[in-house]
């Protein structure tokens, strides 16, 4: 989910889409770039093209990619849709397929991709300001492991061998998944209780929905609060700073999410095929 304060800018994909890498086994790294508290910039190679991407782990798509750039991209129809919803209603949108993509020395065979239908205004601002064309998200890695290092600009992914098994590249504090149809959560436990917050890259702040914010007893006139404490797995990750907002159409299952500025500190890996998540 890449999200900003403004419409159309959020996006929910409710479809799980994944890719194999061609060299399975293989473990690999790639640089990352920081823009602000936007979701990081990785530059990946699609026939042959250089595409900065944005890596939005809270989005269930592997590939969304701006309709021009899309355009200029050969593309196998698969006669199957990605269904999401924004802020402005529900949306469905064809998913094509894109034979090779690679990232850091990772190729990427058959992989599943949707136009981006984010607004004009959107696309412009994100091609102009960070130079990014779309999204990577956590389909393309549902089947190994992601983790996401911004203290050292680096992420790193591990995938499957032919026998499945995985490298372990995640280390720290272990906090398994709680999976819903919109993907997962992990409990976290905060000054005003304990909420299930989902983790997403995307995200420019740690923030609650303003309904579980309600829920929670919160004065809704506060934009902001501080928590003296964010236990992950048990560790104490606080004190951290939580905003209310008011427009984001989260599942009840979701109370908020775990965006830029716990990243930014925090190196975090995503462990799929265990159902867990790592936090340093």
Known sequence: MCLARTPLSLTIVVVLIAAMPSGAGM???APIR??????PVVVVRIQGKEVPLQLDMGD???????????ATLLTTPTGRTAKFFSMDGTFETPIVLLDKVEIGSLTFQNVETRKDEHDASFLKAKKTVLGSVGFIGAGLFKSGQIQL???????AFSLPSETGA??????GVQVPFVTNQYGFTTPVMT???????????????????????????LDLNLKQLQSKKFIVGGKDFGPQRVEIWNNIPLPPEIAGLVGYPFFKKHVVCFDYPNLMLHVQ
């Open 149 to 155: 290092d911004y203290p050292r600009r680096r992420v």
């Open 27 to 29: 473990t690999a790294s």
């Open 166 to 171: 995985v490298s372990n590249i995640c280390q």
């Open 34 to 39: 920081l823009y602000g508290t936007e979701a």
């Open 191 to 217: 000054d005003f209780g304990e909420l299930q917050l989902g983790w997403d890259s995307g995200s420019p702040s740690v923030l609650l929905s303003q309904a579980a914010a309600a829920t929670a007893h």
């Open 60 to 70: 269930d798509s592997a590939l969304v990619i701006h309709p021009d750039i899309l």
